[in-house]
C-alpha cells in the first residue's frame, strides 16, 4: 500500500516485491544488477572482431545475427549491438520492381519523361485534349450464388455467429483492352476465349479507336491525336506502327521495361475500372 501512495501507476507488481522479499531474506542486498554470463561486452566488440561481422555482412547480407554468432563465437546479444550500435545498419526485405535497369536505360527513362514533361508543360491544355492512350488488364468475373453476398441469416438461440469465407474462386477471366482519354473511356474490347492480342487484331482495334473518335470527340478530327502505348509486342509489331502511320497519330516514346510510368497503372485507372464491376 505504501509503495501505490508514493509510485503510483508505476509501482511494481504484488509479485515482484514478494521475489525481491524473498532474495532480502536469501541474503541478496545489493543493489546492483547482477554479472550477466559470458564474456563482457567490452571484450566482444573489439575493433577486429567488428571488422570481422562486418566483412561477413559483405560476403552474404541475408546472414541472419545467430548464424553470425555460430561463427564469430560471441553471444547473439553482443553481435546485435555491434550491427546496430557499431555498424549502424538494419535489416530490410528486399523491395520487388519490374526490372533492374542497366545505366543505359535507367538514362533512356530519364530522358523520355523529362520530354513528355517538357511537351505537358509548354501547352497543358492542348496536350491534355489530344492525348489517348491504351493499356490491357485481366479482368476476372465471378458467379453469383445466393452465399457470395453477406448477409443476416437465423440462428438458434446460444449459437455464435457461422464463419464464412471470404475468398470466392473465379469463374474465368477476360483480357481487356482499354482505350481513354480525360474525359472518360472511348472504348473497352474484350478478347474472346482462346484467342490472343496479334499485330492485326490490334491493328483492328485502332481502326475501331479512330471510329470511336469521330464518333464521341468530334472536336477532335482536325486535331493531331496524341497517342501513349507501351512497347508490347503487338503494339510494336509492324502492322500496328503502319496503322498509326495511316491515321497520322503523334506516337509518345515509352521507355523500356517501365509499366509503373504507364498512365492506367500510375493513376491507379484500372484499380477503379474493377472495383466498380465488383459493385
Excluded at 196 to 218: C, V
Aim: glycine share 4%; proline share 5%.
Amino acid at each position: 500500500m505504501k509503495f501505490l501512495k508514493v509510485n503510483g501507476d508505476s509501482s511494481p507488481s504484488f509479485s515482484t516485491i514478494k521475489k525481491w522479499a524473498a532474495k532480502f531474506k536469501r541474503g541478496h542486498t545489493s543493489l546492483e544488477d547482477d554479472p550477466c554470463e559470458g564474456h563482457p561486452k567490452s571484450a566482444t566488440t573489439t575493433p577486429e572482431i567488428i571488422e570481422q561481422v562486418h566483412d561477413m555482412l559483405l560476403e552474404d547480407w541475408r546472414m541472419k545475427v545467430c548464424e553470425t554468432a555460430e561463427t564469430t563465437g560471441i553471444p547473439k546479444e553482443h553481435v546485435g549491438y555491434i550491427l546496430h550500435e557499431e555498424l549502424v545498419m538494419k535489416k530490410l526485405c528486399a523491395r520487388w520492381v519490374p526490372r533492374l535497369l542497366t545505366a543505359d536505360q535507367q538514362h533512356t527513362r530519364m530522358k523520355i519523361s523529362e520530354e513528355c514533361l517538357e511537351r505537358f508543360n509548354k501547352n497543358k491544355t492542348d496536350f491534355v485534349h489530344r492525348f489517348i492512350t491504351v493499356d490491357e488488364t485481366w479482368i476476372h468475373h465471378y458467379e453469383y450464388t445466393p452465399e457470395s453476398k453477406q448477409s443476416q441469416q437465423w440462428t438458434e438461440a446460444g449459437c455464435s455467429a457461422p464463419k464464412k469465407t471470404a475468398l470466392v474462386p473465379s469463374a474465368g477471366e477476360v483480357m481487356a483492352s482499354v482505350f481513354w482519354d480525360a474525359e472518360g473511356i472511348l472504348f473497352i474490347d474484350y478478347l474472346e476465349k482462346g484467342k490472343t492480342i496479334t499485330g492485326e487484331y490490334y491493328s483492328n482495334l485502332l481502326t475501331r479507336l479512330d471510329e470511336k473518335i469521330n464518333e464521341k470527340r468530334p472536336g477532335l478530327q482536325k486535331k493531331k491525336i496524341i497517342f501513349y502505348q507501351d512497347n508490347a509486342p503487338a503494339h510494336k509489331s509492324v502492322l500496328a506502327m503502319g496503322k498509326l502511320r495511316d491515321l497520322h497519330y503523334e506516337l509518345l516514346e515509352h521507355p523500356p521495361y517501365s509499366p509503373d510510368l504507364a498512365p492506367s497503372d500510375w493513376s491507379a485507372f484500372f484499380f477503379r475500372i474493377k472495383r466498380r464491376l465488383q459493385l
